[in-house]
């Protein structure tokens, strides 16, 4: 034991070194007032007293010192050594860095400064290099409360003890949304508004301390923010996202605003039933939106759709039309002339030009109004007034008549009103039950008549199905038949012209063979007529010599004598029998009785027929009638 007393005595200082090293710090800190603030840190000071000096205490309700006073001070040590901060005065709160990351900004709110003013809720802004400089914050009038201003992201040294720091989300507006904004600071608004003025140059409400000083109001803006990432004050402004407004295809907006100046009426003298007036001033603006999608503030601004292709309107129970304007519409019930209700369903055809869109909106209001204060009255009234004209009959046959009639009566009214009635349309017509059945068996009566009449045609139609079925089975026979008659047709027509030739044939032989004679009998009448003119001449010259030997005759030997002597001679030259083998005599007499003479006669003929053949009449003639030759030749001239 007392060997180590005594070496520990020979080498204290060898323990005073090692005691030293590991001490430092301490020591540093007591003997030296060494502070040692890290890289990623602050040193925050407490002043625990002040001995010497004029400011030796906060004033007044400072909790923050600028001067040296005691307490917390505003100076803060930075990372570094820092000396002469004895523990006994000084107490140091290490403090980490205030971390703002991406996405997020930082809100700060001063425990200390001045007051603000009355009626202002946010500390205003201070160049106090983002709040790093407490001491400058302080001595240039930064206020007391939530700021106005705050940080982005980054990495910032903030005296906590006189800021505390919160971390909120950037304000983000999505696709097809608009933000509509309402300040909770600012100057209060003007009578008679329900939103702030325009203001520009606070990059969308970003700058608040800019949209102060433009004169700002607190409460509801005019001005809305599209789609993006905004650094927005939460304790500066409120943020409602919406849905853009949307007029589709077919309509206009009518925009109805109820912030802005008053405006001058822009429809003239002859339109009395609204104001029109120009864009960014209250009321009903004269010029419609268009279709498309616009950040529309829904609180500052309304927007009445109004369609500009043609609107069907019905009044029906069972039907409606998408844009249920007519869900309201029933059908109506009218009366006729004599006594009997009934129902009647009408559509209306409406169209409203887009000029004349806002003259609608600023008469009625919406087009609800406009259906309702308008439309119903209007067509309801005149188809009562119409039924009432006409028995149900009467109304149901004409109603194409009444129809255009209608039409023509409600195109005037609405005309009034700056729409345009394209057309009226009547559609189911519900009479009374008890006509009803009687014009149901008026027409079963009728629809039986036609079946009737139907089966009629059937049956006649289907016998002459029959009829022609049957012919085409008989088109076979038919077809041979008519083909025989047309083969036999044509032999005969083969044998027609057969014969025809033939007998042209003939004819032509005919007329050949008659031609031929012709000329042969003409060869042969002309030689006999030469023959006969020589035998005539011959028998002539013979009988000049005979007659002129007849007559020596006769003068010689008398007429008598010689007529029997010629008559005896031809009877010798001829052998003729002139005596019968029988002979009957009467009376005994001589010869010169009856007997004679018919024995005579007989005898003459005889001789006369003989005579014929062997000479002329003539001669003949000559001699029994003692015609001269001169005459005989002249009568043969005749007969030639």
């Known amino acids: 034991m007392t060997n180590i007393l005594n070496f520990m005595a020979g080498y204290w200082w060898i323990a005073a070194i090692i005691l030293c090293v590991v001490m430092y710090k301490f020591i540093l800190r007591v003997f030296f007032g060494l502070v040692i603030v890290p890289e990623d840190k602050i040193g925050l000071v407490t002043k625990k007293f002040v001995l010497f000096g004029e400011h030796k205490e ?71 290099e983002n709040f790093q400089d407490s001491v400058t914050f302080l001595t240039n009038g930064g206020q007391k409360g939530r700021q106005s201003s705050f940080i982005t992201n980054g990495v910032y040294k903030i005296n906590t003890h006189l800021f505390e720091v919160s971390i909120v989300k950037q ?12 300040s909770l600071d600012g100057d209060p608004l003007e009578n008679g508004q329900i939103a702030g003025k325009n203001v520009e140059g606070h990059n969308n409400f970003q700058d608040f301390d800019m949209f102060l000083e433009k004169g700002g109001n607190r409460g509801l803006q005019q001005q809305t923010i599209l789609a993006g990432t905004y650094n927005l004050n939460p304790w500066a402004v409120q ?10 295809i077919g309509h206009v907006g009518v925009v109805i605003s109820f912030v802005g100046e008053d405006g001058v009426d822009v429809t ?57 304007l007519d869900k309201g519409l029933n059908t109506i019930t009218v009366r006729s002339k004599d ?32 259906v309702s204060q308008v439309l119903e009255p209007t067509i309801g009234n005149y188809f009562r007034n119409s039924a009432q004209d006409s028995d149900v009959i009467a109304f149901l046959t004409t109603r194409k008549e009444r129809q255009d009639s209608a039409k023509q009566h409600i195109s005037k009214v609405l005309d009034e009103y700056n729409v345009h009635a ?64 047309q083969i036999a047709e044509r032999h005969a027509d083969a044998s027609v012209k057969k014969a025809k030739g033939d007998a042209d044939s003939v004819k ?97 003929n005889m001789m006369g ?28 001239k005749d007969k030639k």
């Open 239 to 248: 943020v409602e996202e919406v849905q853009m407004t949307e007029i589709p």
């Open 171 to 182: 304000a983000t507006i999505q696709e097809n949304m608009v933000g509509i904004i309402t």
């Open 339 to 370: 006594g009997f209700p009934f129902n009647l369903d009408v559509s209306q055809i409406i169209h409203i030009p887009m000029t004349e869109a806002p003259k609608v909106i600023a008469r009625f209001g919406n087009m609800n109004n406009l």
């Open 422 to 485: 394209v057309d009226t349309l009547i559609g189911d017509i519900v009479p009374p039950q008890e006509l009803m059945k009687t014009l149901t068996d008026r027409k079963i009566a009728q629809e039986q008549e036609v079946t009737f009449e139907t089966q009629k045609k059937a049956a006649i139609s289907r016998q002459t199905y029959e009829k022609e079925t049957a012919i085409a089975d008989m088109q076979g026979e038919v077809v041979k038949a008519d083909q025989g008659v």
């Open 58 to 128: 906060l004033t007044g309700d400072r909790i923050i010192a600028v001067n040296g006073e005691a307490g917390l001070q505003a100076k803060m040590l930075s990372p570094g050594l820092h000396w002469w901060m004895w523990p006994w005065q000084y107490n140091i709160d290490m403090q980490a860095f205030v971390v703002i990351p991406e996405g997020h900004i930082g809100l700060v709110s001063a425990k200390d400064g001045l007051v603000p003013k009355t009626g202002r809720i946010l500390g205003r802004r201070v160049e106090c």
């Open 609 to 636: 027929n003989q005579m014929g053949k062997s000479m002329n009449d003539t001669t003949v003639k000559s001699v029994t009638t003692d015609v001269p030759v001169e005459d005989l030749s002249v009568q043969k």
């Open 508 to 604: 032509i032989a005919a007329e050949a063979s008659a031609e031929s004679t012709k000329l042969k009998a003409e060869a042969d009448a002309t030689r006999t007529s030469l023959i006969g003119n020589a035998e005539a001449e011959a028998i002539l010259a013979k009988g000049k010599s005979t007659a002129e030997s007849y007559k020596l005759a006769v003068e010689a030997m008398g007429k008598e004598n010689f007529t029997t002597f010629k008559v005896t001679e031809e009877i010798g030259k001829n052998g003729v029998k002139i005596m019968p083998d029988l002979l009957i005599n009467g009376g005994g007499q001589s010869g010169n009785g009856a007997i004679d003479g018919l024995l005579g006669v007989q005898i003459l």
């Open 268 to 324: 003239g003298v002859n339109f009395k039933h609204g104001n029109l007036v120009g864009k960014g001033q209250k009321g009903v603006w004269a010029e419609p939106f268009g279709p498309g999608k616009y950040p529309i503030n829904k609180y500052t601004n309304k927007i009445e759709l109004v369609p500009t292709t043609n609107l069907v309107l019905n009044w029906a129970n069972a039907r409606t039309e998408s844009h249920n």
